[in-house]
Nanobody, 121 residues
C-alpha cells in the first residue's frame, strides 16, 4: 500500500506565503508524476501544479508566477511553495502521485487526505 501524507496548510493573511509538503511512503518502484490539486467549497477539484520525474512542471494559469512546485525524488516528496496568497486561493489542497508499486504492475494514481489553506485577514 502507498500513502501520501500532506502537511503545511494553515491560516495566512493575503500576501503571505505557505510551503506545502507531501511525502509518499510504502511500496513504491517509481513515481512518474506528483502534483497538487485544490478544491474550494462547492467547486470541483482542479489541478494546481504538476511535476514529472524528469523535472518538467506545469501550472494552472491562475497560479503561474506565485506557486512553485518541486520534488525530492530521493525522498518521494513533493513541495508547493505558495507566495502572494489571495483569498481565492482558499481551498483544500490535495497531493497526487502517479506511480508503479512494483515492476510489472500497472500505473496507479494515489491521493493524499488533503490540507486546508485559508487566506483571510
Amino acid at each position: 500500500q502507498v500513502q501520501l501524507v500532506e502537511s503545511g496548510g494553515g491560516l495566512v493573511q493575503p500576501g503571505g506565503s505557505l510551503r506545502l509538503s507531501c511525502a509518499a511512503s510504502g511500496s513504491i518502484f517509481t513515481i512518474y508524476a506528483m502534483g497538487w490539486y485544490r478544491q474550494a467549497p462547492g467547486k470541483q477539484r482542479k489541478l494546481v501544479a504538476i511535476a514529472t520525474g524528469g523535472g518538467r512542471t506545469n501550472y494552472a494559469d491562475s497560479v503561474k508566477g506565485r506557486f512553485t512546485i518541486s520534488r525530492d525524488n530521493a525522498k518521494n516528496t513533493v513541495f508547493l511553495q505558495i507566495d502572494s496568497l489571495k483569498p481565492e486561493d482558499t481551498a483544500v489542497y490535495y497531493c497526487n502521485a502517479d506511480l508503479i508499486e512494483k515492476l510489472g504492475l500497472p500505473r496507479r494514481n494515489y491521493w493524499g487526505q488533503g490540507t486546508q489553506v485559508t487566506v483571510s485577514s
